[in-house]
């Protein structure tokens, strides 16, 4: 079964504009990260951000956890057309840190 | 320095057969695992290796398998091939518990 859940499952949006992505999860988490995976092949980390912070900043990427919601976001700023991709979320547990668990992704489209 | 890698790209095999997948992982590191990514769902864990032993596994039958080496690669056996076993299989390394490196994966059709 799936730990997170992103939210939407797929977005459209023009190029130059902001991409907001979610992800809830269910359980307390070490961790929660986010990956790209272009067109079915390997994933790419983007972003990690542990359970003791709230927000991290990466080029134009903004990541921000709210333990107490469960629930992470992602902001990817000035969108360009090579962000077009599915971006998951994922989460490391305190039980078993080395034990990551994927969401099912939200599917980005960026139109030129 | 070469990331992680799989092989075969791509495998075509039918039903009831067995198949094994190879993966290398990322120079320095000592942890393997293994996912199992249907299309359109996001990667379900398999299982991991560290110091060639099965260190976690995840809700997958018997029939999925691995092993580690000494030189930290791992190969992930399933027998007995169902269709719904047809996915992209990726495998990931990692040097501590956080972040994972992934290969380009595997491409497993059963007919």
């Known amino acids: 079964s799936q730990q997170g859940e992103e939210d939407p499952q797929a977005l459209s949006i023009q190029e130059g504009e902001n991409a907001t992505m979610n992800c809830s999860y269910k359980t307390s988490i070490n961790n929660l990260q986010w990956y790209r995976q272009n067109s079915g092949r390997g994933l790419v980390h983007l972003i990690l951000i542990r359970s003791n912070e709230r927000e991290k900043h990466s080029g134009r990427l903004r990541v921000t956890l709210d333990t107490s919601k469960k629930s992470s976001s992602l902001l990817i700023t000035a969108s360009r057309a090579a962000d077009t991709a599915s971006y998951f979320c994922?989460?490391?547990?305190?039980?078993?840190?080395?034990?990551?668990?994927f969401g099912s992704g939200t599917r980005l489209s960026i139109r030129p | 320095d070469a990331g992680v890698t799989q092989s075969p790209t791509h495998l075509i095999k039918t039903r009831g057969q067995q198949v094994t997948l190879r993966c290398s992982p990322k120079?320095?590191?000592?942890?393997v695992s293994w996912y199992q990514q249907a299309l359109g769902q996001g990667p379900q864990f398999i299982f991991q290796?560290?110091?060639?032993?099965?260190?976690q596994r995840g809700n997958f039958p018997d029939r999925f398998s691995g092993h580690q080496f000494p030189n930290y690669s791992s190969e992930l056996n399933v027998n007995a091939l169902l269709l719904g076993d047809s996915a992209l299989y990726l495998c990931a390394s990692s040097f501590l518990p956080d972040t994972q490196y992934f290969g380009p994966g595997t491409r497993l059709t059963v007919l």
């Open positions: 120079s320095g590191h000592d942890t």
């Open positions: 994922a989460t490391a547990m305190y039980s078993s840190a080395s034990k990551i668990i």
């Open positions: 290796y560290y110091e060639e032993e099965e260190r």
